[in-house]
């Protein structure tokens, strides 16, 4: 069963920190992804990866960056957090069969006060 | 352009009847997938089916089916004999293109099952 664990389950950071948000996946995937979720918007995609070292923008990358140094982990960067990155953050990853689906972590609630 | 569209927002279902989730896409690719998601209070995302652009037939997965209408560009998930532990927010999800892994979100629709 693929396990993709993201490190915290809540965080609460005040503005203006540097934030980590940790993901690692256990079933050699070539892909992992990171979005947001709130209310009303659904699951919004920050930055995704193809492969070790490789990344690219997704629909709302700014105040994001990421790093894939090691193919099973992909860590979200919050370079300096503001209110308005309070949310939900869900890793995902996937193989490069077409039809498989996103596997999911279990998130992490930022709140940023 | 919103690629994903989920038109309801919550919706009430009976146990043991039956409930259509809406979901309609835009794509001018003629390779995608359609999937969905179900999401408990609990927040784990779970998938549900897989529908793919060239598939002959409707996907069926246990109580979950897909009514695909392709030239209406709508992929309904049709939950059956709904159950309390149905109770969930759900979401349709498409991949584009044969060398895009990402997913594009609808807004999702909130399920409740009364007893």
């Known amino acids: 069963d693929v396990k993709v664990t993201q490190s915290s389950r809540y965080l609460v950071k005040r503005t203006g920190e540097k934030v980590f948000l940790e993901c690692v996946q256990d079933?050699?995937?070539?892909?992992m992804f990171w979005y947001r979720q709130d209310p009303g918007l659904g699951l919004r995609l920050i930055y995704f990866?193809?492969?070790?070292?490789?990344?690219e923008k997704g629909d709302i990358p700014e105040g994001y960056s990421v790093s894939r140094e090691k193919k099973e982990r992909f860590s979200l960067i919050l370079e300096s957090a503001s209110t308005n990155q309070t949310s939900m953050y869900l890793c995902?990853?996937?193989?490069?069969?077409?039809?498989?689906?996103?596997?999911f972590g279990n998130g992490t609630r930022l709140t940023v006060t | 352009a919103q690629k994903i569209t989920q038109t309801q927002p919550g919706m009430f279902v009976q146990e043991k009847e039956a409930v259509t989730l809406d979901c309609t896409y835009d794509?001018?690719?003629?390779?995608?997938?359609l999937f969905w998601y179900k999401q408990p209070s609990s927040g784990e995302m779970i998938f549900l089916i897989y529908?793919?652009?060239?598939?002959?037939q409707n996907a069926t997965e246990g109580r979950y089916s897909l009514n695909f209408q392709k030239a209406r560009k709508s992929a309904n998930l049709v939950i059956s004999a709904s159950q309390l532990g149905d109770s969930a927010m759900y979401f349709c999800?498409?991949?584009?293109?044969?060398?895009?892994?990402?997913?594009?979100f609808g807004a999702g629709t909130t399920v409740t099952v009364r007893a």
């Open positions: 079933m050699d995937h070539e892909n």
């Open positions: 529908q793919g652009s060239y598939d002959q």
């Open positions: 999800a498409m991949r584009e293109g044969l060398n895009d892994y990402k997913l594009s």
């Open positions: 990866s193809y492969d070790v070292k490789m990344k």
């Open positions: 995902a990853s996937s193989s490069t069969t077409w039809r498989s689906p996103l596997h």
């Open positions: 794509t001018s690719d003629p390779s995608y997938g």
